[in-house]
């Protein structure tokens, strides 16, 4: 199994920057790839980044190019996600998640991310 934990999230004024950071434990050889989501009140879902495992192959959805980066540390075994001017719409309850194959994803417990005017 593989277990996620989130941290980083907060309360930063719009044009701030933040960085969530997520850490895998268990039987992470298994993972084939990795992603942010976020979710705000009475919305859906939102895939907001993803990075291959091996490979570090990287896509963002539309709402965040050019803003976030995803990115991640073998050694510990971390992925990354740095929010740069950051805006009110992208405040969210922040999940991590793994893929893989053959198996159900794997959640994180999320981290509030609130971004004020």
């Known amino acids: 199994q593989v277990q996620l934990v989130e941290s980083g999230g907060g309360s930063v004024q719009a044009g701030g920057s933040l960085r969530l950071s997520c850490v895998a434990s268990?039987?992470?050889?298994?993972?084939?790839?990795m992603h942010w989501f976020r979710q705000a009140p009475g919305k859906e879902r939102e895939f907001v980044a993803g990075?291959?495992?091996?490979?570090?192959?990287?896509d963002y959805g539309d709402s965040v190019k050019g803003r976030f980066t995803i990115s991640k540390e073998d050694t510990r075994r971390a992925m990354y996600l740095e929010m740069n001017s950051l805006k009110p719409e992208d405040t969210a309850v922040y999940y991590c998640?793994?893929?893989?194959?053959?198996?159900?994803?794997?959640w994180g417990q999320g981290t509030q991310v609130t971004v004020s005017l």
């Open positions: 268990g039987q992470i050889f298994s993972i084939q790839r």
């Open positions: 998640n793994a893929y893989i194959p053959g198996a159900p994803g794997v």
């Open positions: 990075i291959g495992w091996s490979d570090a192959n990287r």
